[in-house]
């Protein structure tokens, strides 16, 4: 006998179950019996999956295995170690063994038991996974930064948009109070009115796998000492001896994905892919979508951004093996006659964001605070008297994310913020990469005149990958 469900008890794993097996599923469900029209929201555990388990990704995992309304249902990686290894966390956690495993992320992503993602795979993958997984109607907590250009952003900002699905930023210095007590400090004035804005990034590289010090133990062995994987380039002894097969665990192919294939070195594959442009951004793109995100924050600028962007930068050749800039400072017009100076490498500008005004200013960063007014450093939040603008609080970023999976409600870092937090990156490197001034529309969301910088926004992808 068909099992009667009640109004209360119908969630929406359970209506796209009881759906499928008595009526014949409509292709597009309306939002409405999907508990998104704001009024319904799905109750129960949300089912999440998670997919790109290298190091970020456990990392949320472990945060999203902390709290009771969710369940980890399924796990997705393109390393058989990595997707091994996250099983085994997420069933070791559960003392089950009901955590399933996937090669291929569209896969999980027809589930139709699953409500919800985690997308931690390299930048080079961010557009087609979240796309997908929007298409799908997932939500989803996505990765800074949101894409590797602002093409494949905008495609995920309308994929979000048009699906109706709630999307959260790995950028989670917003649910820390520091980050929101300085961010208020600017939005309630009491810096008088902004004039400068400061965000200092990392520069160089990091050899975040240790795969790179690996590669120069290795590159010990030939006469020409090599201290620095920059330096390497391609039919050189140095790369010819770091090109080797890739290891059978990893699925190289698909890893390598929609960018330009090359050969397998270890020293940029996981975690160090950021430091070569065919897979990531380098030290800019890493970091803006923590300290320019919480800039803009402050600047009330999460759906505007600069109109005229200029940057200087050292890159090492462009086919080198880490060919990220290693050294840059990027100055940007904002609305109001607001200047913002972003820069790695550079001893005047301090880690982290500060905001200049014409009475005062205050710096935050990890583990950092500092004020032109001693009173401000007192307390977890400034006083409330002095909260005549209250932003938005969560408590806690995966925890934010589940809460408004079931309010319908904006995230604390929705997509929109997510891009806009972004885009100054990707014009800085523009402008460094033509070496010259470029100007911004924010409204159209294009670069005025300038056809060779035009081209940056996007990129060429490898067949057969492409964006819908
Ligand atoms: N919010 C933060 O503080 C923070 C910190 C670190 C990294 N990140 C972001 O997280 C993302 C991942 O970075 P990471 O350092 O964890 O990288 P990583 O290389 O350590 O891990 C990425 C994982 O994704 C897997 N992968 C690659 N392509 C895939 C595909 N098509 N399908 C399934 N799995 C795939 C890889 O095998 C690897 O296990 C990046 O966008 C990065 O910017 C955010």
Not at 112 to 140: F, G, S
Not at 301 to 322: K, T, V, Y
Request: hydrophobic letters at 35%; one cysteine or more; proline letters at 5%.
């Amino acid at each position: 006998m068909k099992k009667m469900l009640t109004n209360k008890s119908v969630n929406r794993r359970q209506f796209l179950k009881a759906a499928g097996a008595a009526i014949v599923l409509p292709t597009i469900l309306p939002s409405s019996v999907l508990g998104r029209d704001g009024n319904t929201p799905p109750s129960g555990k949300i089912n999440l999956g998670v997919i790109g388990m290298g190091w970020q990704g456990p990392g949320n995992t472990q945060s999203f295995l902390a709290e009771s309304d969710c369940q980890v249902v399924a796990a997705c990686d393109i390393d058989a170690g990595h997707l091994q290894d996250a099983l085994n966390m997420v069933n070791d956690h559960y003392q089950t063994k009901d955590c399933k495993g996937y090669h291929d992320y569209h896969e999980l992503l027809a589930r139709e038991d699953i409500d919800a993602v985690m997308i931690a795979v390299p930048d080079n993958w961010h557009a087609l996974v979240a796309t997908e997984a929007a298409r799908r109607k997932k939500d989803i907590y996505g990765e800074k930064p949101l894409a590797k250009t602002i093409a494949e952003q905008q495609a995920i900002v309308k994929a979000v948009e048009k699906n109706k699905i709630i999307w959260q930023t790995g950028s989670w210095q917003r649910s820390q109070a520091p980050f929101h007590k300085a961010a208020e400090i600017v939005r309630n004035g009491l810096i008088g009115d902004l004039t400068r804005v400061e965000v200092g990034l990392p520069a160089g590289f990091a050899d975040f796998s240790g795969e790179g010090k690996e590669a120069l133990n290795k590159l010990a062995a030939l006469p020409d000492k090599i201290s620095d994987l920059s330096k390497v380039t391609p039919g050189t002894p140095a790369w010819n001896l770091l090109a080797t097969d890739p290891p059978a665990a990893l699925d190289y192919n698909t890893w390598i994905g929609p960018a330009k294939m090359e050969p397998y070195i270890a020293a940029r594959l996981h975690k160090n892919w950021r430091w070569n442009y065919n897979t990531g951004g380098g030290q800019l793109l890493d970091w803006i979508g923590h300290h320019c995100d919480i800039a803009h924050w402050g600047m009330d600028c999460d759906n505007s951004g600069p109109s005229e962007i200029e940057g200087q930068g050292e890159f090492p050749a462009p086919d080198a093996l880490w060919n990220t800039c290693t050294k840059y400072r990027i100055e940007l017009k904002y609305p109001k006659n607001i200047t913002m100076v972003i820069a790695g490498g550079h001893g005047d500008i301090r880690s982290g964001t500060k905001w200049i005004g014409t009475e005062g200013w205050v710096w935050v960063d990890r583990g950092g605070f500092d004020a032109s007014n001693a009173d401000w450093k007192k307390g977890k939040n400034l006083p409330d008297e002095l909260r005549k603008v209250k932003l938005y609080e969560s408590r806690g970023h995966q925890r934010n994310f589940l809460d408004c999976i079931k309010s319908r409600q904006p995230t604390i870092t929705p997509v929109q913020t997510a891009h806009h937090s972004a885009i100054p990156g990707h014009l800085g490197l523009i402008s460094m990469r033509v070496g010259r001034k470029i100007s911004w529309d924010v409204k159209s969301e294009k670069i005025h005149g300038d056809s060779e910088a035009s081209k940056w926004l996007t990129r060429t992808y490898r067949t057969p990958w492409h964006l819908a």
